[in-house]
């Protein structure tokens, strides 16, 4: 199983535009992916209304999980990405 933990790259956290690219990009993996912080529980990285729930920020370090080190890389790297930047890359 791959746990990769990685900083929230989005300058304003995991709200809705971030959330929404993960779980869509999760939900087409065909893999179960969980996303959780330091002392929390993990959430199913494929809701957008779960992972708003973990209220990351930017910097927070987030646990990735799962039992395909491919699926888990991609997720890490969409959660490490500045979504909010002017030359963030198109979802």
Not at 38 to 67: H, Q
């Amino acid at each position: 199983m791959a746990n990769i933990t990685v900083k929230v790259g989005s300058s304003v956290g995991l709200h809705a535009r971030p959330a929404a690219i993960i779980a869509k990009a999760a939900a087409e993996l065909g893999t179960p992916v969980t996303l959780k912080t330091e002392g929390g529980n993990p959430v199913n990285a494929a809701s957008s209304l779960f992972l708003m729930t973990l209220g990351a920020k930017f910097g927070d370090e987030i646990v990735v999980s799962s039992d395909d080190d491919a699926a888990a890389q991609k997720i890490a790297d969409i959660v490490a990405t500045d979504w909010d930047a002017p030359d963030a890359p198109q979802a």
